[in-house]
């Protein structure tokens, strides 16, 4: 199937401009199985290419965060000197790749850093443009599950790159077979959930919020937790808000998605209705839970704030506060 720009744009528009999602690259699932087609890609000097240190992207030195992309000669001594290299896909014509260089020492990125220099797509993702912060976070996220899957996890024997970097495959000699073992990009799911009540303690509608001990001082987000084999997403969303704060929850609703590749997880989006409303903290889990109402929010600060001691919002880019923000605008418009 022929992936037309139409159809990306489309895609995009289904986001809800949450960060880090609107890939609006063409992946070539089909190309990408032929070796020639992808070592031409990959050799042409026009093919951008995002290069990986050691979780940090590249980005251009002005203040405005702005990715890198390489081309030409350093685009192909990063190709040479990565252990992993993705192709990341097509915009048109042109070619995206991503290759880690965390072999690499600090001194030896200099061919890389004339304009810019690493820095974690967590501190500046926030300010970035959507489609170009998508892009980092998907170089990133595939370079992390390459360096993690070097080896096998059947049979223990080194596994290579193929298909331009979305399977690594085995030789099946780690356990003496010939069955050689494919391994995909795996990405983690884990459910986030807003969960409101109309009146939980007199002061009319709010939302449950808690706060891990190690997070930024005075911040409350939303409950959040990873699936389990076994269960479904609702049943996910019901666990783990019992689990952490004791509330019961009926009608889970899904509300929207955001890659989150720091290092490997899938946000699942959820709103929920509390059907009880006493807390009882799970203090292995967080540090403290309460409800919350819209005036109180509104009273908030934001994540990078000071003082320190108001209780702040998350940040931007996350969809904990995409969620809170969509709550808090239906309750002021009543
Ligand atoms: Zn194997």
Redo the contacts with the bound molecule.
């Keep these: 199937m022929v992936v037309t720009v139409a159809a990306l744009c489309q895609i995009s528009r289904m986001v809800k401009n949450l960060k880090y999602a609107g890939v609006a690259l063409d992946r070539a699932s089909a190309l990408r199985r032929d070796e020639t087609w992808v070592a031409e890609r990959l050799g042409d000097p026009a093919t951008l290419v995002a290069p990986v240190w050691r979780g940090l992207n590249l980005f251009k030195s002005d203040s405005m965060p702005q990715a890198v992309f390489l081309n030409g000669t350093a685009a192909q001594t990063a190709i040479k000197e990565a252990g992993a290299v993705v192709l990341l896909g097509l915009d048109g014509n042109t070619a995206y790749a991503a290759a880690d260089l965390s072999g690499l020492d600090e001194y030896a990125l200099a061919p890389f850093t004339d304009t810019g220099g690493f820095e974690d797509l967590r501190r500046v993702g926030a300010l970035m443009a959507g489609p170009e912060g998508a892009l980092l976070a998907y170089a990133r996220g595939m370079v992390h599950w390459h360096q993690k899957h070097m080896f096998?996890g059947?049979?223990?024997?080194p596994t290579t790159n193929r298909d331009g970097g979305l399977v690594r495959i085995?030789d099946?000699r780690?356990?003496g077979g010939d069955d050689?073992?494919m391994h995909f990009p795996r990405t983690d799911p884990a459910v986030i959930m807003l969960v409101t009540h109309d009146n939980p303690e007199g002061n009319g509608p709010a939302c449950l919020l808690g706060r891990q001990r190690r997070w930024v001082n005075g911040m409350y987000s939303t409950l959040a937790g990873f699936v389990e084999p076994g269960e479904t997403l609702e049943e996910a969303v019901a666990r783990e808000v019992l689990e952490e704060s004791d509330i019961r929850v009926t009608d889970v609703q899904y509300m929207a998605s955001q890659p989150w590749p720091f290092p490997s997880s899938l946000m699942l989006g959820f709103r929920a209705r509390a059907e009880t409303t006493k807390i009882l903290i799970d203090a292995r889990e967080l540090e403290d839970a309460r409800w919350f109402t819209a005036d109180e929010m509104l009273g908030f600060g934001e994540w990078g704030d000071e003082p320190p001691g108001n209780n702040r919002m998350p940040r931007t880019d996350s969809i904990a506060r995409w969620l809170m923000d969509g709550w808090l605008k239906e309750v002021r418009s009543g």
């Design positions: 096998c059947v049979c223990g024997a085995c099946g780690g356990d050689t073992h």
